[in-house]
């Protein structure tokens, strides 16, 4: 068939070099070429479908072809498609940087805008350094982060990352950062409950600030969840902890809440949950309910009033993207915002939420489930050769691998990270299809540890 999978496959694979790919894999691992996708499912051109679990890189919030955005981004593009955004403005931008600021925590008042997450880290990175320097602290030009953290692709957000696999090759390029180890509570004592440990961890951050304050802009992590790092997770003490610890000792918090914003964490921003407004909040993927490229970085007046000033004193902000504040992707984002006010989003997640944990938590009896774990609407499952000891398998065996496929031949994306199965859906799945995601898990599970 010259339409079906195998046509666009063999295009695809002649010229398009994917993301985060090893090519060669698809030697014999199938490409799929997504014709259309609708609600949580995306079909390809034979007409099999996929449940979309991850979200289309955790970025889809209210399912494919969603009606209303649609119907919001087709409005705009019969008015304006795109303007540049210095000395230009438009009602999207505005109107976006209006409600943002409305449900960010409360001090957050000024909007700055990127076109992807990478960059909108970039973005807080210089403006951090540049405040300090703009009131004459010139040595705060250090940055640090946590042990297994991600902050992007480009080099400054890859030197504040921590992801072994993506960031050693690269690191004769990258800025020097001081790393503290992460709270993630997957290595916490037995007995030990999330808030101890996490509270126990903050110790290496309180001993680093003492250390180094002097020459550091600011601690840059994900509230909560380390997404990229294997959905590890922590519990809010530690933004709390790390909030007044900031405060103490001068030093930027930047917030990096591309993954878990916008509810994922079951708050609007998972900041809420310590009770804490970081300096800097990074805002990407689901900004746009997963549309359309666009991010932002929401800061203080304060920070804003630092770069503000006689043009010849040389202290403004001079950072720039072509598409900086797209009208199209703004027009999205609002859409989206439109559904969380109008569809109560975060309550009806609550109960979703609660079934997928429940679920989710069944597949913790099996012999190499080492633990299930959740913020929210993010689950994962953490598989181990030996339970007890929480030992991994050799990532050399790629396990996570066989679970994808089987997911696939079952009509599932998931899309393991090593042997950590994670589910982070739109908000628009069914308890139904909940259950379904779950049980093509626990097969998958079943066929990527039996030997
Ligand atoms: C995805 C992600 C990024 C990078 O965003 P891109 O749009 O992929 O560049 C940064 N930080 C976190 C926490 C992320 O999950």
């Given amino acids: 068939m010259t339409t079906g999978n195998a046509f666009y496959s063999a295009r695809d694979l002649a010229h398009v070099w994917h993301p985060c790919t090893q090519m060669k894999d698809h030697e014999d691992l199938p490409m799929i070429p997504v014709r259309r996708g609708s609600g949580v499912w995306l079909e390809d051109f034979e007409g099999k479908r996929y449940l979309d679990a991850i979200s289309s890189w955790w970025v889809n ?14 409005e705009q593009l019969e008015k304006l498609e795109q303007v540049i955004l210095a000395g230009f403005t438009h009602e999207p931008v505005i109107a976006l940087s209006e409600a943002l600021t409305a449900i960010a925590p409360r001090g957050l008042t000024r909007c700055f805008y990127a076109d992807n997450g990478s960059s909108a880290v970039e973005v807080a990175v210089k403006m951090s350094f540049h405040y300090w320097r703009n009131v004459g602290k010139t040595a705060k ?3 640090i982060t946590l042990s297994n953290s991600y902050h992007g692709e480009t080099l400054g957000a890859l030197a504040v990352g921590n992801v072994e696999l993506y960031k050693e090759i690269y690191q004769p390029l990258l800025m020097d950062v001081i790393t503290v180890p992460s709270p993630d509570c997957f290595g916490r004592e037995p007995g030990e409950s999330w808030a101890e440990h996490s509270t126990r961890k903050f110790a290496h951050m309180e001993a680093a600030l003492a250390k180094h304050a002097h020459e550091t802009a600011a601690v840059i992590l994900e509230p909560l969840v380390q997404c990229a790092g294997s959905m590890r997770m922590y519990d809010p003490v530690y933004l709390a902890l790390l909030r007044q610890a ?15 914003g916008f509810g994922r964490t079951g708050t609007m921003f998972a900041c809420e949950q310590a009770g804490i407004r970081p300096d800097m909040m990074c805002l990407s993927k689901g900004l746009t309910a997963g549309y359309l490229p666009l991010s932002a970085v929401i800061t203080t007046d304060p920070i804003y009033a630092a770069f503000y000033d006689e043009y010849v004193k040389l202290t403004a902000f001079l950072h720039s993207h ?19 006010r109008t569809d109560d989003v975060l309550t009806r997640n609550r109960s979703l939420a609660a079934h997928l944990g429940a679920r989710a938590r069944e597949l913790e009896a099996h ?8 913020h929210g609407m993010i689950v994962a499952v953490e598989l181990a050769r030996d339970k007890a000891r929480r030992e991994p398998y050799p990532w050399q065996e790629r396990r996570g691998l066989k679970i994808y496929r089987h997911a696939l031949s079952r009509g599932v994306l998931l899309r393991p990270i090593g042997t950590v199965l994670y589910f982070m859906p739109p908000y628009v799945i069914t308890p139904e299809e909940i259950d379904l995601m779950v049980e093509v898990a626990r097969e998958g599970i079943e066929l990527a540890t039996c030997d």
């Fill in 61 to 74: 919030l209210f399912g494919h072809a969603n009606p209303r955005i649609n119907a919001a981004v087709r």
């Fill in 141 to 143: 030009r250090r940055f």
């Fill in 246 to 260: 900031c405060d103490r000792h001068g030093v930027h918090l930047i917030a990096d809440e591309i993954a878990v």
């Fill in 322 to 340: 072509s598409f900086t504040g797209n009208p199209l992707a703004c027009s999205a984002a609002l859409a989206s915002l439109d559904i969380f």
């Fill in 367 to 374: 012999p190499h489930v080492a633990e299930v774990r959740q």
